[in-house]
């Protein structure tokens, strides 16, 4: 296995996290391994009378805490490896926001793109019928992830509900909202980062109406841009940017007009009134928040000296390199770290789940609400950690998340 071998990386930074908790030798191989993985071939008729048979994945890291939780990633360069790594995030990521669910995530190696509907559908339920045994609301549940949508989602669960001859919206969520899925899935993830980044501001003193910049601007970035006013009462947007470039407004735009023009033209650049910004000048502004949401290792330990952000909330999965994070952590920059930021999208991702459970569908308001206290005692409880360990916010992050896992695989009487 190579250096950048990602499963190779989510052990190392368990590792780091174990050391620090002085977890026993047992402990340790049983959090640093998945408990169960699936590989499977889907043979699947094509359009053109073919019969191409694909190779599916689905890992279930550790259920010590619940179910196991997790997306479904269809792209060509899925392996085993990405599928393992992505599962110890989630089992991280789920224990750090506290809910009752462990870590998973499943894929199938494919071009989604050269795909007909008719051979995705077939697909997809290809993929179920071959793991449905291993799945439900009370066992694990996927959701949707790269190239996966909430219609893939609709097919899956009606497949499984065929096999087991009833009614089960639970066993996956991410589904559109006639058929089971949440009310405030769409922006959650921007709406929890946003939460937590209200909770930083108090802490350390930071004014909320102050500058904020975004990199990335898709889902989670558009949905950043205008949830920061409405959730922090003000604050003003100098910079955002995308794969086609950046842009900057000394005295603020108007966070509606830039998604507006940004879904016209599906571009940032040239809007009217702008300068244009580098996706590398932009991340180096003295802004009071930045949102990296676009891609990963942007800030490296080569810009991160350059970095004037007061506070870095981690949309985007895996902005910050190791490295980088160190010098961040030494220049006073407050990184609010990718799994806690983002996780708003798994939290309403369970209250989903929960909802399909009891076949009781929440109003948008009590979902919201829900999200609020969940991403707000999160950051307190990696904030309180990073205090008291004097460590930075990613590794209090881990601090909280292995700790919590490790505490109920003991209950269990594991080790
Ligand atoms: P998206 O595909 O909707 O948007 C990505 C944006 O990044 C696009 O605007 C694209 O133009 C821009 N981009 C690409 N290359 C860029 C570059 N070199 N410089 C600047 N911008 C660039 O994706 P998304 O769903 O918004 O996800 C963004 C990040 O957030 C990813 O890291 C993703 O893993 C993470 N994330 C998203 C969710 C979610 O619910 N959407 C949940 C958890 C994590």
């Known amino acids: 296995m190579s250096e950048l071998n990602p499963f190779k990386i989510a052990q190392a930074q ?7 908790l002085g977890l026993d030798p047992a402990m340790r191989e049983i959090l640093r391994w998945p408990r169960r993985e699936y590989k499977f071939t889907i043979p699947v008729k094509m359009d053109d009378g073919s019969t191409k048979v694909f190779h599916g994945y689905r890992v279930q890291y550790n259920d010590a805490r619940g179910p196991t939780k997790g997306g479904l ?3 060509p360069a899925e392996t085993i490896d990405t599928v393992r790594a992505l599962a110890a995030w989630m089992t991280w990521k789920t224990s750090v926001v506290d809910i009752p669910l462990g870590g998973g995530k499943g894929g199938v190696t494919c071009n989604p793109k050269e795909m007909s509907e008719a051979e995705k559908q077939r697909l997809a339920r290809g993929w179920m019928r071959v793991i449905a045994k291993e799945l439900g609301g009370d066992r694990d549940c996927p959701a949707p992830d790269v190239y996966t949508t909430p219609q893939i989602m609709a097919w899956m669960m009606d497949e499984y509900e065929t096999i087991i001859g009833k009614n089960h919206p639970a066993v996956i969520t991410g589904k559109p909202i006639p058929i089971g899925g949440s009310q405030g899935r769409g922006d959650a993830t921007a709406r929890g980062g946003i939460y937590t980044v209200r909770e930083a501001c108090k802490k350390l003193s930071v004014d909320p109406n102050g500058t904020y910049a975004i990199q990335g601007f898709g889902n989670a970035g558009q949905f950043a841009a205008l949830l920061h006013k409405e959730v922090l009462g003000g604050g003003k947007l100098v910079a955002v940017s995308d794969s086609r470039g950046g842009i900057y407004v000394e005295d603020g735009m108007d966070p509606e007009a830039i998604v507006k023009y940004k879904l016209e033209t ?5 809007f009217p009134g702008s300068k244009p910004i580098s996706n590398e000048e932009l991340l180096e502004l003295d802004v009071n928040v930045l949102y990296p949401a676009a891609l990963e290792n942007v800030i490296t330990k080569e810009n991160a000296p350059n970095i004037k952000a007061k506070i870095s909330c981690e949309l985007a999965n895996g902005p910050t390199t190791p490295e980088a994070d160190v010098i961040l952590h030494e220049k006073g920059v407050h990184v609010i770290p990718d799994f806690l930021a983002n996780a708003g999208g798994v939290t309403v991702s369970y209250f989903e789940q929960v909802q399909g459970m009891y076949n009781y569908y929440w109003p948008l ?21 990073h205090s008291e360990k004097k460590v930075h916010m990613r590794l209090a992050a881990y601090l909280v998340a292995v700790n919590r896992v490790a505490e109920v695989v003991k209950l269990r009487g594991w080790v």
């Open 365 to 385: 308001e009590d979902v919201r609400k829900q999200l609020d206290a969940k991403m707000t005692k999160a950051y307190h409880s990696v904030y309180d950690m």
């Open 266 to 270: 599906g571009k940032v650049a040239d």
């Open 73 to 75: 990633r269809w792209h």
């Open 14 to 20: 368990f590792d780091e996290a174990a050391e620090i």
